[in-house]
């Protein structure tokens, strides 16, 4: 049985006492919320604050991103030791955003993906087609080569500490969310290919689902055989929909 895991993905929001005033607010919400992973992913400058905040409760921080090297000569660059030393038990990689905005390709996202799993950080490996690609019917071989490509670097015996959130593109930040089903089809899709990427161990991998998750749809989206979790960015800013999210309920 795979454990839901239920991810905030902040992106360029929140100040560190934004951070702190929204753990305040959503803790007590989910604090009987025991047979579910809870992850907050702010900005690094949240960081340090958040991982105090949220001190002695059972929600994991993360890292929206991170640099493969351990050090060097990389402005502006957090290593994956950073990240480990605060705290972080996940960090998101290769998010459309990242691929889309700051050029990167899969064979960066695999290095960063190792580099975590050095430092028993899992990765939140992102996948997903675009508007163009989904029209185009390119749907399942757009993911399939973002998969091979992005978990290149990953062990059989490490898989089960991956976590893949598969996003299609025209879903995100758009309010546009796939169905349940649309989404499910492409969930089993992965699923396969991580079976023969990885055999028995991509049983235990865990796949979110993000596009536009709110309360209003999470349930649905929850109760597909193949959706293990889900990956929020606007509806994550406000503590009482995220709680909202992370309580989903399935019939
Ligand atoms: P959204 O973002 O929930 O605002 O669509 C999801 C994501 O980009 O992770």
Sequence with gaps: MRRPILAANWKMH????????FADAFLPRVADADDVDIVIAPPFTALESLAWTLRGSSVALAAQNVHPEEKGAFTGEIAPGMLQA???????VGHSERRALFGEDDAFVARKAAALLARDIRPIVCVGE???QREA???FDVVRGQLEGSLASVPKARAEQVVVAYEPVWAIGTGRTATPETAQEVHA????TLVRLF????????IQYGGSVKPDNVDALMAQADIDGALVGGASLDPEAFARIA???TP
């Design 14 to 21: 929140k100040t560190a006492e934004e951070a702190r005033a």
């Design 86 to 92: 605060l705290g972080c038990r996940y960090t998101i």
């Design 130 to 132: 675009t508007l163009e």
């Design 137 to 139: 019917d390119r749907t």
């Design 189 to 192: 899709f992965i699923r396969e």
């Design 199 to 206: 055999g028995e161990a991509a049983d235990s991998v865990r």
């Design 247 to 249: 309580r989903f309920e």
